[in-house]
């Protein structure tokens, strides 16, 4: 069965440093990858997708993200965080020709940044 | 452009009594809906998805029932509330074929059972 792990629960940044979320997933071929943020009290909003092609993926507010096969890891990066950025991070994968299009989801990782 | 309304934006509801949360979509024909829950402090499960108006189908068994009466608009019921029903109710949408697995998410539902 597919999972996805998410190893830190918790993660505080002072504005202005690098962020890095880590996400690691278990599934027997290359899933589809996904990074989605939740802000307090709101929706999920995708962040940015990885399906196939350059393992480095571009999404908004200057996130980025890296596929590796062998680590059987999606990492999410920022250069320079914003007090803005404090939310909760999920990773998520789907299997490709699902039925359904069944997200799973990591735990998530609480960012916090400090002014 | 796509969007998606979901109501209420929460409900403190009594054990036992009914419960109805919707979702529509506005700017895209005939997309795959899909409802997911959020436990309190939790991840997100897929609860429902239907790909076409009329059918659903269930993925997780939680007392809950959902239906699609049109092709813009998803809803999840219950006769009858459970205290292990509180948390966080999505639905979400995405398009047919090619880029179907991104699903775009409405801005929830908190539900409260006391």
């Known amino acids: 069965a597919q999972s996805v792990t998410q190893p830190d629960a918790r993660v505080t940044v002072s504005e202005g440093a690098s962020l890095q979320l880590r996400c690691k997933y278990s599934?027997?071929?290359?899933?589809?990858l996904f990074w989605y943020v939740q802000y307090p009290r709101q929706g999920l909003q995708l962040l940015l997708k990885?399906?196939?092609?350059?393992?480095v993926v571009q999404g908004v507010n200057s996130f980025e993200a890296e596929f590796s096969k062998s680590n059987s890891s999606f990492h999410l990066q920022k250069a320079s965080v914003h007090w803005s950025d404090s939310a909760v991070y999920f990773c998520?994968?789907?299997?490709?020709?699902?039925?359904?299009?069944?997200?799973?989801f990591g735990i998530g990782t609480r960012v916090l940044v400090r002014p | 452009a796509q969007t998606i309304h979901q109501w209420p934006v929460a409900e403190i509801k009594a054990v036992g009594s009914p419960l109805s949360l919707g979702c529509t979509i506005k700017?895209?024909?005939?997309?795959?809906l899909y409802w997911y829950w959020q436990a309190t402090g939790g991840t997100l499960q897929q609860l429902f998805y239907?790909?076409?108006?009329?059918?659903v189908e269930s993925v997780v068994q939680l007392n809950l029932s959902a239906s699609r009466p049109k092709d813009d608009q998803f809803i999840l019921s219950t006769e009858k509330l459970l205290l292990s029903h509180s948390g966080f109710y999505l639905c979400?949408?995405?398009?047919?074929?090619?880029?179907?697995?991104?699903?775009?998410f409405g801005s929830g539902t908190r539900l409260t059972v006391l």
């Open positions: 979400a949408w995405s398009g047919g074929g090619a880029g179907a697995e991104t699903l775009y």
């Open positions: 998520a994968l789907s299997m490709p020709n699902s039925a359904g299009n069944k997200l799973t």
């Open positions: 599934y027997s071929a290359t899933p589809y």
């Open positions: 990885y399906y196939s092609g350059d393992p």
């Open positions: 700017g895209k024909s005939s997309p795959n």
């Open positions: 239907s790909i076409t108006v009329g059918q």
